[in-house]
């Protein structure tokens, strides 16, 4: 491959963004901090004092002066604090906001200036895991004193935080060097992928044909089956007035019907492989939009009632509808590994949730929705329903649907939300 078909097939920003020597990084990594600088016209002083001209001591003695006020006092100011650092909330979504409350003991005589709180956000697969990117800054600490500060965050990705252990940093007053030092007591937070609206979505509780099983179900459709009392959601067909008027209640005949289909919502992750010509970061983009779409599907068809079978590399969840379950699932997703790796495998699996009616002398029909991504475009997702539904004249035919995730997400996602409980629907 040629250098000019390397760098059309790669493009520029990886160009840019690609460290080449990374073996040499660890003896140019201090050449960061601006300290590093002033060592060097510190060197050069001492040269030009010893071989040109003895006014090099004067210079020599100011840069002495200046590195030692800007290393001195933010290793004093880090070390004379006592802080913890903990989240408001155990669970969130992708970019919702949350708050950290940083409380911290000043044992010093003197104000803290400059003071950072880093790497609460930060992932452990970045390159340079020394160097935390700020989380957030203050202006001042009172001196001996207790304070309390409220962070205000978000999370782009999902996972759970810290992946790393934080750090309290300050460089003030020079800005010449930054000392750091690790937070003992850190809480942890969970963020799940973020979840998509899809209008008109979810059916109500009285609607709902079956919950879970296999054969015949109590719902709202079939013959009488007895009574009940009513649910938010049930016809006004089914009341049956003489028993409601007896009991002083609403009252409604149960009736039942087929068991609604399981759906097996397959997550296609990949390799890194496939898509390696976009970069890491597409890798990372793609793999979050596919973890995005099969929480919202699995979310809505859990309120919808219908059974869900959750596959992803080699974890299969069988999950009950319900509540209980839900926040294990979204755990669950959001252990997923960001680039697709085998680690999903090392995560502990959550128990199977499998219930089997009594008397059943069949199998409960099953429906494939598939999951996967563009080998091309990062924002490209394709969702299929693999088994095929069944339409009115008998035939059977499989639904593919391309959704580009930056233009018409929420407009595709209502269409094929309405061929999927099509699918749901049929026995």
């Known amino acids: 491959m040629t250098i000019q078909s390397w760098i059309r097939h790669r493009g520029w920003r990886t160009i840019l963004t690609t460290d080449f020597c990374p073996w040499a990084n660890r003896y140019c990594y201090w050449l960061k901090e601006p300290v590093g600088w002033f060592c060097l016209g510190l060197l050069a002083s001492v040269l030009v004092a010893l071989y040109v001209n003895p006014v090099g001591w004067?210079?020599?003695?100011?840069?002495?002066?200046?590195?030692?006020?800007?290393?001195?006092?933010?290793?004093?100011?880090?070390?004379?604090?006592?802080?913890?650092?903990?989240?408001?909330?155990t669970r969130v979504y992708e970019g919702e906001e949350f708050y950290l409350r940083f409380r911290v003991n000043n044992f010093l005589p003197l104000p803290i200036w400059g003071l950072e709180v880093r790497g609460y956000l930060d992932h452990a697969d970045q390159e340079d895991g020394a160097n935390l990117s700020p989380t957030s800054s203050l202006a001042s600490i009172p001196p001996l004193c207790s304070s309390e500060f409220i962070l205000p965050l978000s999370a782009p990705y999902r996972g759970f935080y810290p992946e790393l252990i934080p750090q309290v940093s300050c460089s003030f007053p020079l800005g010449i060097w930054t000392a750091r030092?690790?937070?003992?007591?850190?809480?942890?937070?969970?963020?799940?992928?973020?979840?998509?609206?899809?209008?008109?979505?979810?059916?109500?509780?009285?609607?709902?044909q079956a919950f879970i099983g296999e054969g015949d179900r109590d719902g709202g459709h079939g013959d009488p089956l007895g009574c009940r009392e009513y649910r938010f959601g049930d016809s006004p067909r089914h009341i049956h007035w003489a028993l409601s008027a007896r009991s002083d209640k609403w009252i409604?005949?149960?009736?039942?019907?087929?068991?609604?289909p399981r759906i097996e919502v397959v997550l296609e992750l990949g390799s890194p492989v496939e898509i390696s010509a976009l970069g890491k970061w597409a890798v990372r983009e793609q793999i979050a939009l596919?973890?995005?779409?099969?929480?919202?599907?699995?979310?809505?068809?859990?309120?919808?009632?219908?059974?869900?079978?959750?596959?992803?590399?080699?974890?299969?969840?069988?999950?009950?509808?319900?509540?209980?379950?839900?926040?294990?699932?979204?755990?669950?997703?959001?252990?997923?590994?960001?680039?697709?790796?085998?680690?999903?495998?090392?995560?502990?699996?959550?128990?199977?949730?499998?219930?089997?009616?009594v008397g059943s002398s069949h199998q409960t029909p099953t429906?494939?929705?598939?999951?996967?991504?563009?080998?091309?475009?990062?924002?490209?997702?394709?969702?299929?329903?693999?088994?095929?539904?069944?339409?009115?004249?008998?035939?059977?035919?499989?639904?593919?649907?391309?959704?580009?995730?930056?233009?018409?997400?929420?407009?595709?996602?209502?269409?094929?939300?309405?061929?999927?409980?099509?699918?749901?629907?049929?026995?």
């Open 58 to 89: 004067t210079m020599a003695a100011g840069l002495v002066g200046v590195i030692g006020i800007g290393i001195l006092w933010p290793w004093i100011a880090v070390r004379g604090i006592n802080c913890s650092l903990a989240p408001d909330v």
């Open 181 to 208: 030092r690790p937070l003992k007591k850190v809480g942890s937070i969970t963020v799940w992928p973020a979840v998509y609206s899809i209008l008109g979505q979810c059916e109500l509780p009285g609607r709902s």
């Open 252 to 260: 409604t005949t149960q009736r039942g019907g087929p068991e609604r």
């Open 290 to 357: 596919k973890v995005r779409l099969a929480a919202t599907i699995f979310r809505n068809l859990d309120a919808a009632r219908v059974p869900v079978s959750l596959i992803f590399g080699p974890q299969r969840l069988d999950i009950m509808p319900g509540a209980v379950s839900r926040p294990m699932v979204f755990d669950r997703l959001a252990a997923i590994a960001p680039y697709g790796d085998d680690s999903v495998s090392q995560a502990p699996s959550i128990a199977e949730h499998r219930h089997r009616t």
């Open 367 to 427: 429906t494939r929705l598939t999951i996967s991504g563009s080998r091309l475009e990062p924002y490209e997702i394709h969702l299929s329903i693999d088994r095929g539904l069944t339409l009115q004249r008998g035939e059977s035919k499989n639904r593919r649907m391309t959704i580009d995730c930056r233009v018409d997400l929420e407009k595709k996602l209502a269409q094929f939300w309405k061929e999927l409980i099509y699918v749901s629907r049929a026995a």
